[in-house]
């Protein structure tokens, strides 16, 4: 399972856009990228999930640039209900039954208003 | 709400003690996770269950032990309970096969303290 790297915290600002980049520099061929977002004694909630170039939901963005050696979580117009832990995991096709998704010690967002 | 309900939600044990924590899985999911998250850390994978078989185990001994039910119900044992095995344990069911996400749902937790 390809290992992740994400800033420990980051801070912004109600009402800004924050990026959060992930790097997977092992990343295989078949591996998809997920975001999942924590609050405080509950359990991860998935935001977004995508394999190569841009995938857009709701709530997120996520930009995959062609090596796939990174990946960059947007969050657009940021409130103060979106101060979390956010984790960047890399795995196996999400389809598949083997699939099994590993945490890393994900980036803590404090947005202050 | 994900529909996952884990119980209980809070138990306080001794060391050496054994601990059987439970969860319900979101309906027609087919697989179900199980995450210890001690504080302040991300959720460490212990195991998990596809259709009743264990089909994948993060690092962690053969005292953590679990069951995957017919009804896709599951649930976490862990014998000779020690100090560091105090966390918040986190079940996730979802739903593994074409055209799935492979989207976790996690339950609230059960949080779990070894005196």
């Known amino acids: 399972l390809a290992k992740t790297t994400q800033p420990i915290s980051m801070d912004s600002y109600e009402g800004q856009e924050v990026n959060i980049t992930c790097s997977h520099n092992n990343i295989a061929t078949n591996d998809y990228i997920t975001w999942y977002q924590q609050f405080p004694s509950q359990g991860p909630r998935f935001i977004i999930q995508g394999y190569k170039t841009k995938v857009t939901n709701e709530v997120a963005s996520l930009f995959i640039p062609a090596d796939r050696k990174s990946s960059t979580l947007s969050l657009p117009r940021v409130s103060l209900s979106d101060t979390a832990v956010y984790y960047c995991?890399?795995?196996?096709?999400?389809?598949?039954?083997?699939?099994?998704?590993?945490f890393g010690s994900g980036t803590r967002l404090s947005i202050r208003p | 709400e994900t529909g996952v309900t884990q119980s209980p939600t809070h138990l306080i044990k001794t060391r050496g003690q054994q601990v059987t924590l439970r969860c319900s899985s979101q309906?027609?999911?087919?697989?179900v996770s199980w995450y210890q998250q001690a504080l302040g850390q991300g959720p460490q994978f212990i195991f998990q269950y596809y259709r009743e078989e264990e089909n994948g185990r993060g690092n962690f001994p053969p005292r953590f032990s679990g069951l995957q039910f017919p009804n896709y119900s599951s649930e976490l044992n862990v014998n000779a309970l020690e100090l560091d095995d105090s966390a918040l344990y986190l079940c996730?069911?979802?739903?593994?096969?074409?055209?799935?996400?492979?989207?976790?749902?996690f339950g609230e937790g059960s949080r779990l303290t070894v005196l």
């Open positions: 995991l890399v795995g196996d096709p999400p389809y598949s039954s083997a699939s099994k998704i590993i």
């Open positions: 309906s027609g999911h087919n697989t």
């Open positions: 996730a069911s979802s739903l593994s096969g074409t055209g799935s996400t492979g989207e976790l749902f």
